[in-house]
């Protein structure tokens, strides 16, 4: 069974994902802003992040994945690999299975260089209503995560393309 394509779907704030189709495959663009949760939202002003698959010549440009966005470093915008990964080594190796195969979901945080420091990146924030997914669900598919007592909410998997073994899944509904 075929998933079903991915949906440009109603989310909460903080985020603009469009997915579209591009010749023959899926391709997405997405923005947004960062929670910067425990500190106030006010505390820094470099929380928009950005990314798409194509460059202003119209080319796939192979910089767009699960981990790299584009956000302004230091005094200086760029796009590197950002999110937070999880597991034994950062060598593209997301732990998103346990040894059983239960899934685990992460929240998608991201890193920046703050200003006037361009050495060590430091925690930025969290996607809103975000999680990392395993790279094995299809664009498309839509996973419920139970997100508090007798709660659940529903996720769907981005086209963003995969990096270390994860994917982007956004809330739905």
């Known amino acids: 069974m075929r998933a079903a394509p991915p949906r440009n779907a109603p989310l909460g704030g903080g985020q603009l994902p469009i997915t579209g189709r591009y010749g023959t495959g899926w391709e997405s663009l997405a923005a947004g802003i960062l929670d910067q949760t425990p500190e106030t939202q006010a505390s820094n002003s470099r929380y928009v992040y950005g990314g798409g698959l194509r460059n202003a010549a119209e080319s796939i440009d ?7 966005w584009f956000m302004v470093d230091n005094a200086t915008a760029g796009s590197v690999e950002r999110v937070t990964f999880y597991g034994p080594t950062t060598a593209y190796s997301m732990g998103l299975m346990t040894m059983n195969g239960t899934r685990l979901l992460r929240p998608v945080g991201m890193w920046t260089k703050p200003q006037g ?3 060590y990146y430091k925690f ?14 299809p ?19 981005t086209a963003i393309p995969s990096s270390g073994s994860a994917k982007i899944a956004l809330r739905v509904g």
Do not use: C, K, N, W
């Open 124 to 137: 930025h924030g969290r996607r809103y209503q975000a999680l990392l997914v395993e790279d094995s669900l």
């Open 139 to 157: 664009a498309g598919a839509r996973i419920t995560v139970p997100i508090d007592i007798g709660l659940s909410a529903l996720f769907q998997v």
């Open 117 to 119: 420091d361009a050495s």
């Open 62 to 68: 192979s910089y767009y994945s699960t981990v790299r």
